[in-house]
């Protein structure tokens, strides 16, 4: 077992240990999940019925990671929200001060106009799931380190095979640019569709960038648009 597994597998001990728990036993689909991060979507081996479960228990193990140093400056870990049947998956940046408070994404100004672009387009924020790249807030909401998102990744992959959405929709640059494994603006990439290992994904830009630049917010609402289109398709 390398040094990583065992760090993040001593930390979810030591939580358990915390509320009375004194043994584990690990289902082989739990353990093979861990070993298979990396591996493409589909090759999860998630029963339909577990799929709750395995995500329950990374939620607990988001809030007990350790793996960077922002665990020291959260109030909570703010792992994700939604449907967990979702056909269609947001990815933001990082929790802010309103979400880092409340321990869900998108609750802060920036939510309430995902929210509204969402209805726009005929959506509940209920039946779409929403997370981040970071589950945890990065002081005074400064850009992620490259450090942080390599930390957090496993979870956002996890996540992302489990939910297994027909589209993920990227908001802002930070989950754009990770997804797409691109250093290009997002004015290059914005509003285009792209196969990630089999996903479609589909950027746009940040709803909290849409504060500060009202254009942005026709742009996001231009490409949220296309969303019926793309599920029809994902349909055959
Ligand atoms: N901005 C994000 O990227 N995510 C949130 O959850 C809130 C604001």
């Known amino acids: 077992m390398d040094n990583r597994k065992k760090e993040i597998l001593e930390a979810v001990a030591e939580s358990l240990s915390a509320i009375g728990v004194r043994e584990v036993y690990l289902r082989e689909g739990a353990a093979s999940l861990f070993d298979k991060a990396n591996e493409p979507r589909g090759s999860v081996p998630s029963p339909e019925g577990d799929k709750k479960e395995l995500l329950a228990s990374e939620a607990v193990r988001c809030e007990d990671c350790r793996a960077c140093t922002l665990y020291n400056t959260r109030t909570n870990a703010v792992y994700g929200d939604g449907d967990i049947d979702a056909r269609v998956m947001f990815i933001g940046e990082a929790p802010g001060a309103e979400e880092d408070k409340q321990g869900l994404p998108f609750v802060g100004r920036a939510g309430k106009l995902l929210d509204r672009l969402l209805e726009e387009v005929g959506l ?39 939910i297994a ?37 589909l950027p746009t830009y940040h709803t909290a960038a849409a504060l500060r630049f009202p254009a942005y917010k026709e742009q996001i609402y231009t490409d949220f648009r296309k969303i019926e289109t793309l599920l029809d398709e994902a349909d055959g």
């Open 124 to 162: 509940r924020r209920g039946e779409v799931y929403i997370t981040n790249v970071l589950k945890c807030r990065p002081p005074e909401n400064r850009d992620p380190a490259p450090e942080e998102v390599d930390a957090c990744l496993p979870f956002l992959q996890r996540q992302m095979k489990l």
């Open 165 to 201: 959405p027909d589209l993920i929709i990227t908001l802002g640059l930070h989950a754009t640019q990770l997804l797409l494994d691109t250093k290009k603006p997002m004015a290059k990439v914005r509003g285009e569709v792209f196969d990630v290992d089999g996903l479609k994904v």
